[in-house]
């Protein structure tokens, strides 16, 4: 009977911990007409524009709409920076950035905004003189932090 409640208790803490995993959303919305929005990680594509679902942490991701003026990485093009994480101490959790550092540059209104946790906070770059844009490596005021689990993510070009 031990080893029957033993095997229970450690198979409900399976589903439990399952059921609560880390997850993150990257919803995208492209009002340009044109274009292919791509988000990359590690030099991977992960979407070309469906939604993409991280089962844990998406770390040093970057989005942009491939208009075919943009290199592999964006290079060309306004970049979208993003790390999705839950946090694990203060200041731990995710941020996001557009960045128009060189070899960046701006191509077409960007934006982004989280949503299920941080909703509201984002930021949007509508021109090449944008203030909410990364110029230079240390420009960190810009990024946008959220120390909410689970949270997800909308970019949105051409609004």
Do not use: W
Not at 60 to 85: K, S, V, Y
Not at 110 to 120: E, I, P
């Amino acid at each position: 009977m031990l080893m029957r409640t033993t095997t229970l208790l450690a198979a409900s803490t399976l589903a439990f911990v399952g059921a609560h995993a880390e997850s993150h959303t990257v919803h995208f919305v492209n009002k340009c007409g044109y274009g292919t929005p791509l988000l990359k990680a590690a030099g991977r594509t992960l979407s070309t524009g469906a939604d993409y679902r991280s089962s844990g942490p998406l770390v040093a991701a970057i989005a942009f709409l491939q208009t075919g003026h943009c290199g592999d990485n964006g290079e060309g093009c306004t970049l979208l920076e993003t790390t999705l994480q839950n946090p694990t101490r203060p200041g731990g959790g995710s941020s996001s950035d557009v960045s128009l550092i060189p070899p960046h540059k701006f191509s077409v209104a960007s934006g982004f905004g989280y949503y299920g946790g941080c909703d509201g906070a984002g930021a949007d770059c509508k021109d090449a003189n944008c203030p909410t844009a990364f110029r230079k490596p240390d420009d960190t005021h810009v990024q946008v932090a959220c120390q909410s689990n689970d949270v997800n993510l909308a970019i949105t070009f051409c609004e």
